[in-house]
């Protein structure tokens, strides 16, 4: 059973371009979330998809945007870069939305804006 | 506005002793709670979950403690062994906010050999 993967592992980026991060969810998983980690905090819940469809969304500004294929993995992008966007992206797959299914995150993308 | 907290963000235990993290809430409405385990460079590893409706859930070594009236739960490892050594996250889930996870910002635990 393969797991949660996350490409690129490291990216770097300049203010004002545009950036798009890639997930592939765990087999039978039909749900992703993604996550913003800056350092020396916890995730923050940027959005999640739902057998392709949005199913809620944080405090992000709508640059921050998303999509589900019908093979249920994910991306995420980000437009317009800004310096605070530098951190730790993380995705995470379950088997449903509920919150009684434990989400299974990848080891992330770091995204550093110059 | 912080609902998950995590007063300790250091945690320095001696092997084969008992770890004990602890977490604090402030939404009512969070009805599911999980401890993550994250070593550096890796993404965060479930560890265990506890549901609001109970007060205790037990899983090896490890058993997490709800106490809904203080919004408080807790995160034992008993004994503690070295490759525990990581940063732990307390997370909480609510149905009415589409079950995102609202995470603390973490517990650095060291168990010393």
């Known amino acids: 059973e393969t797991g949660v993967t996350q490409s690129p592992t490291h990216l770097i980026k300049t203010r004002g371009q545009q950036v798009t991060l890639r997930c592939s969810s765990q087999?039978?998983?039909?749900?992703v979330s993604w996550y913003q980690q800056a350092l020396g905090q916890g995730p923050q819940f940027i959005f999640q998809?739902?057998?392709?469809?949005?199913?809620g969304r944080g405090n992000f500004p709508p640059r921050f945007s998303g999509l589900q294929f019908p093979n249920y993995s994910s991306e995420l992008n980000v437009n317009a870069l800004e310096l605070d966007d530098s951190a730790l992206y993380l995705c995470?797959?379950?088997?449903?939305?509920?919150?009684?299914?434990?989400?299974?995150f990848g080891d992330g993308t770091r995204l550093s804006i110059l | 506005d912080q609902q998950v907290k995590q007063n300790s963000p250091s945690l320095s235990v001696q092997e084969g002793r008992i770890s004990i993290l602890n977490c604090d809430y402030t939404?009512?409405?969070?009805?599911?709670f999980l401890w993550y385990k994250k070593y550096p460079a890796e993404g965060p590893t479930f560890l265990i979950s506890?549901?609001?409706?109970?007060d205790k859930n037990e899983d090896g070594r490890f058993t997490v403690f709800l106490n809904k009236s203080a919004k408080h739960l807790s995160l034992h490892i008993v004994p503690s062994q070295p490759g525990d050594s990581a940063v732990y996250f307390c997370?909480?889930?609510?149905?009415?906010?589409?079950?995102?996870?609202?995470f603390g910002s973490g517990t650095r635990l060291l168990v010393r050999p």
């Open positions: 087999s039978g998983h039909n749900t």
């Open positions: 995470a797959s379950s088997l449903a939305p509920q919150g009684n299914q434990p989400q299974h």
């Open positions: 998809y739902y057998r392709e469809e949005e199913n």
């Open positions: 506890i549901s609001s409706i109970k």
């Open positions: 997370a909480a889930s609510a149905m009415d906010s589409s079950y995102k996870l609202i």
């Open positions: 939404n009512s409405m969070f009805d599911y």
